[in-house]
């Protein structure tokens, strides 16, 4: 059983088109979260849902909109996209625990490329 | 604001010999600390965590950590490699902010084993 997956694996795309990324998880988290990882391997963190609320948006473009349909969906939508753009993202969720960082289990990563 | 250093960007070792990768954080209060291991191509699979209590913890794989508050470190270690172990390897610190947790990571070890 996939605890934390995303759709597609592999995305290749043109400059200027617009994509969504989807991520599911099945561990019952009431957060989720996407990072970003550049071509040095170097992981940030984007944006963080808790019960469908945003709660963190670390000065993304507006051009990254999250949008969570529900606690176990966490999809991410990139308009005009750019080459800059190109990375991987990782999908990951947690059960939040008042007071602390719990752990966060992450999903297999969609590999997006921008032409 | 929280930060993770990991010093080492490559370290090659030889399979069986032991291993240490380095770590060290900032952060004000109790951090909470995470190793995760990425192999080519494939998300992060947790090793190993601390929160709190015993400075030493166990993983899996057969890797484990130490905690040394003093040196604000957090070295992974493993008494005998093997060529399954090469990977990329990241130390992360955890911050609780109030309403979410997000992790920050170090950039990264890469981990090569020669035969």
């Known amino acids: 059983d996939t605890a934390v997956s995303q759709t597609p694996k592999y995305l290749v795309t043109q400059m200027g088109n617009d994509k969504s990324i989807k991520c599911e998880q099945n561990l019952g988290h009431d957060t989720m979260y996407w990072y970003k990882q550049d071509s040095k391997k170097f992981l940030k963190i984007m944006f963080s849902y808790n019960n469908k609320e945003l709660i963190i948006n670390e000065t993304v473009p507006n051009r990254f909109s999250p949008k969570s349909p529900d606690k176990a969906h966490l999809n991410l939508h990139i308009n005009s996209l750019e080459l800059g753009d190109s990375a991987v993202y990782f999908c990951a969720s947690s059960q939040e625990r008042l007071g602390r960082a719990d752990t966060q289990y992450f999903g297999p990563g969609t590999r997006l490329t921008v032409l | 604001a929280q930060s993770v250093t990991q010093p080492d960007i490559h370290i090659t070792v030889s399979e069986g010999a032991s291993l240490e990768l380095r770590c060290n954080y900032s952060y004000g209060a109790t951090p909470y600390l995470f190793w995760y291991v990425q192999s080519p191509g494939q998300g992060l699979q947790l090793l190993l965590k601390?929160?709190?209590?015993?400075?030493l913890v166990q993983g899996i794989k057969g890797f484990e950590a130490e905690f040394k508050r003093s040196q604000s470190s957090f070295n992974l270690r493993k008494p005998s490699v093997h060529w399954s172990d090469a990977a990329e390897y990241f130390c992360?610190?955890?911050?609780?902010?109030?309403?979410?947790?997000?992790?920050?990571f170090g950039t990264g070890t890469r981990l090569q084993v020669t035969l």
């Open positions: 601390y929160f709190s209590g015993d400075t």
């Open positions: 992360a610190v955890g911050a609780f902010t109030g309403t979410a947790s997000k992790l920050t």
